[in-house]
């Protein structure tokens, strides 16, 4: 029963989910590197206000959300993919932002309704980067 709810949950959305991963937004060939970057700045991701990865040189990181050390050992790219597009389709209460939402903004300006709080190449070099982590890089 909990599961068909699940699941009309994710057909609800206007990108198709399957189970919990999502495929890739765009094509494109993702730079790790780029990924990095948008994790740690302030004026892209900064996903680092919440998110700890150890032997990341990032002034500050947060803890809010658990540690992404070696997380591309524990989730595929279709799964890491999946939680930073809206990882509330996973958890309803999740504190994490969607950043590749766009349904449910409807008290947005209108010039900002169909943005996306990242873009779909921004979360595609994300997703290369975080997949590109292995349990040996740290703890
Ligand atoms: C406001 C805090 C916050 C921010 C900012 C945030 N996250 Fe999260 N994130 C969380 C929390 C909390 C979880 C745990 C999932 C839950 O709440 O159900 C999570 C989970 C995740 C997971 C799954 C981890 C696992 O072990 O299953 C990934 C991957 C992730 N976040 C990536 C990102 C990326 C990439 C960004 C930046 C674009 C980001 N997060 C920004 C709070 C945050």
Known sequence: MEKLAVLALLFAGRFAVAADSLPPLVA???SPAEG???FAEREAGHCVLCHRVAGL???FQGNLGPALTGIGSRLTPAQIRLRIADA???NPDTIMPPYYRREGLEQVAKPYRDATVLGAEQIEH???WLASLEQADGE
């Open 57 to 59: 040189d990032a002034p």
């Open 36 to 38: 990095k970057r948008i």
């Open 28 to 30: 494109l060939t993702a």
């Open 88 to 90: 509330s389709r996973l």
């Open 126 to 128: 994300l997703v290369a």
